[in-house]
Structures are given as C-alpha cells and as structure tokens.
C-alpha cells in the first residue's frame, strides 16, 4: 500500500478542521454551558450533540467487535461514500474502480466530484475476478470500489477474490457490506488490523430497520478515521438519531430474529417464483432481496404497479436484462405478490 501520505489529497491532508465549542471542551464535570451560543431552554434539543458520537460508538464497539476510534459515523452510507472521493481524489485527474452492476451512489459521487469512474463487469454469474479489477487501475487509480453482498445482484463475491483485491492494490479499497447481516459470509472486519487500505461500510438501514434515521458506518484503521473526522461536517449525525440507534443496539437479538424470519421468507418466496411462468431465473443471494429474470420485466413491472405493489425494475442494468429486484417484505406482503404474479 502507498502511504496515506501519498493516498490523501494535498489540502485535505494539510487541513486544520473547524473546531466547535464541543471539541475545545468534551469533558464531564462542568455543570454550566456558555460556550456554544445555545439557548439553555427546551432540553435536551437545546445543545450540540456529541460531535464524535462516543456513548454510540461504545455500543457499536460491543455489537460489532470494532473499536470506538476505528469507527466513522455519518448521514447514511452516503455520507462516507461521498467523503472518501472528497478525501483521495483529486478532481479532474484522479480515478477509482468498481465492479458492474452494482450500488448506484459509488458512481453517483463520482460525478459530483468530478472523478473518472471505471467499471469492470462482473462474470455471468455475477462473480467478481480480482486480475481484471487490478488490471483496470493505474497509478491514479485512488479507490477500489467492491459491494458484498452485491446489490442489485444480492450474492456475496468470493472472500479470497475480495482479499487478493485488498492485499495487491496500493491504494484504498472500500467493501460496502450493507447486507452482511444476511449474508452466510462472515464481514471482512476482522481483516482491519492487518490491512490499513480496507475501508468497510455498513449500515443501519437494512437488517437493522432503520432506515429512517440515516446512520451509516465506516470501520478502518486510526489513521483513516482521524482524516474522516477531520472533513465530516462538525455535527452530522444529530441527537435523535443517536438516541435511536442506540435503543436499537441494546437490543440486538431483535434483530437476530427479523434477519432469521427474513431468511426464511426468502427461501419461501424464491422457491415459489422458480414454479411461476413468467420467471426464467431466480439468482442465488446473500441478501434481503434476490434477482429475478422474468419473460418481460417492464410489463411485469408495469402490471405489479397497476396493483399497488412496488418492486423493483433493473431492465435497464448491465447484465441485469429483463430483470426484477424483490425485497422479501412480510410473509402477507410476500403473498400478495406473488397472488398477483401468478395471475398475470
Ligand atoms: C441500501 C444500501 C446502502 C445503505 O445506504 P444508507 O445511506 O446507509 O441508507 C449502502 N450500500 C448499499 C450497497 C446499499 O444497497
């Protein structure tokens, strides 16, 4: 791996970040609060939330393994994902590499950054081979971009082709594991210790129901989080999102138990869409959602619609041709679906 030094933009790696009242000032004791120009009614809206989220962090440390200054915390997964191009690459001249098809949003911030993004399909089986990604990058190549479980494919990509990525490419790969709660595949945290390029991303918003409250992750090493720290806005992540992730993590069995009825709903509804005419493939998973290759996605899409019930239509996505992308919601909603599809 080149050295951050190398990998981190001149004027970010140089930057001196804003500094709040709450960064001056974060210890415990003190009793009176005049230094952040708060009004002291309506508590407890009334104050800055933590800056660096640590009660949070001090949780998540215990549900995911990872330590509190190894942890990044943003506005969704977005935010780290936007952040990453605003931290490496230099716009107009820099480029990063992601496989194809997959999440939308590492090439949406691409553009917005005015960062030259590269794409390498995937094999017809959805697998990704870590040669032909390694053989897309060059010396201004910044970011390895590799989503497993794969959206919108949902299989998990091979953990050795995914290690040869991190262990060859000198500079930063980041594995977006949104679905890992799903996944039989084990998350790549335990690889942060030994490999400071990897950047891992997770998320509320999936196993953990939260979507609503935007809360993403990023585990990596110190050095990276520091720089993370460095750039996020001064509050990101504000006071009511942090109580609520926290009440959702000091239960996790819950969670357990969504992900295990998930899982057997999704076994259920893939095995009734293999028996229904209009299917022609069901594609394994690793995910909340599976791929599905039907007679003529658009007309079923359209015909779903008609009825009141959204999945998604990935027609127009490399490899994905006449394809639809199915949540596996409750076991009524599940039913309904597939009530309607088998009268098509
Ligand atoms: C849904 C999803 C996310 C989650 O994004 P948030 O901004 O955290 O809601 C991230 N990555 C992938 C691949 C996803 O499918």
Redesign the pocket.
Same mark, same amino acid.
């Given at each position: 791996m080149l050295s951050l030094e190398q990998l981190v933009r001149k004027n970010i790696w140089s930057l001196a970040p804003y500094s709040s009242a709450r960064d001056e000032y974060s210890g415990k004791e003190a009793h009176v609060f005049l230094d952040a120009n708060e009004n002291p009614y309506n508590s407890p809206y009334d104050r800055y939330p933590d800056p660096l989220q640590r009660e949070l962090k001090q949780l998540l440390k215990k549900v995911k393994g990872v330590p509190e200054d190894m942890i990044f915390l943003g506005n969704? &997964?977005?935010e780290p994902i936007d952040l990453a191009y605003r931290i490496f690459c230099e716009p107009g001249r820099d480029n990063v590499v992601a496989i194809e098809p997959t999440?939308g949003m590492y090439k949406v911030c691409a553009d917005i950054n005015d960062v030259e993004y590269r794409r390498v399909l995937l094999d017809d089986k959805f697998e990704m081979h870590a040669d032909e990604l390694l053989a897309a990058c060059d010396e201004r190549t910044k970011i390895v971009w590799i989503?497993s479980p794969n959206?919108p494919t949902g299989n998990s990509l091979c953990r050795d082709e995914i290690m040869k990525v991190i262990e060859s490419f000198q500079g930063i790969v980041i594995v977006?594991e *949104?679905y890992i709660d799903f996944a039989q595949q084990q998350s790549l945290r335990t690889e942060l210790v030994s490999h400071e390029n990897l950047i891992i991303?997770q998320?509320m &918003?999936?196993a953990w129901a939260s *979507?609503a409250i935007?809360l993403?992750m990023a585990f990596a090493s110190r050095e990276i989080i520091n720089i993370y720290n460095k750039v996020k806005y001064p509050y990101n992540v504000n006071l009511l999102t942090q109580q609520q992730a926290m009440e959702m993590l000091k239960d996790p069995f819950e969670v357990d138990k969504w992900v295990k009825i998930l899982l057997d709903e999704r076994q259920r509804l893939m095995q009734a869409f293999q028996d229904l005419p209009l299917c022609e493939q069901v594609f394994r998973t690793d995910a909340n959602f599976f791929l599905a290759r039907v007679t003529d996605a658009q007309r079923i899409y359209d015909y779903l619609v008609d009825r009141g019930i959204i999945v998604r239509n990935r027609n127009r996505v490399t490899l994905c041709q006449n394809c639809l992308r199915i949540t596996i919601g409750t076991r009524s909603e599940n039913a309904e679906l597939l009530a309607a599809l088998r009268q098509f």
């Open positions: 969704g &997964s977005d999440y989503c959206n977006d *949104a991303l998320t &918003s999936k *979507a935007r993403g």
